[in-house]
Nanobody, 126 residues
Framework: QVQLVESGGGLVQGGGSLRLSCAAS????????MGWFRQAPGKEREFVAA???????KYADSVKGRFTISRDNAKNTVYLQMNSLKAEDTAVYYC????????????????????WGQGTQVTVSS
């Protein structure tokens, strides 16, 4: 079992920044792909970003150039730095672990991820 706990969400004005953190515990492994997803009110949960243990990353087009995913394997923590925030970034953000990805693949489907955090709310005021 892997436990994931997100933090860092909050209310921010448009154009501002936030950094989300996801602390992993339990049967952690640096080889797991870690991802961030988000779900806005009335919408499906969507992929935001993912990172493998070598630092390779992938982003949704909607956040490319504004968000940066990173990880500190020694601390079992994944981060999502969010800059130039927009009202449409308002959502609950979830951290997730993909424990079975092969060859460092960065998968974007939520069904590929085995473990999920409880989510943290990000609200961007316009």
């Amino acid at each position: 079992q892997v436990q994931l706990v997100e933090s860092g969400g909050g209310l921010v004005q448009g154009g501002g920044s936030l950094r989300l953190s996801c602390a992993a515990s339990g049967r952690t492994s640096r080889t797991y792909v870690m991802g961030w997803f988000r779900q806005a009110p009335g919408k499906e949960r969507e992929f935001v970003a993912a990172i493998n243990w070598t630092g390779g990353s992938k982003y949704a087009d909607s956040v490319k150039g504004r968000f940066t995913i990173s990880r500190d394997n020694a601390k079992n923590t994944v981060y999502l730095q969010m800059n130039s925030l927009k009202a449409e970034d308002t959502a609950v953000y979830y951290c997730a672990a993909d424990t079975s990805s092969l060859f460092l693949n960065l998968r974007i489907g939520e069904t590929e991820y085995d473990y999920w955090g409880q989510g943290t709310q990000v609200t961007v005021s316009s």
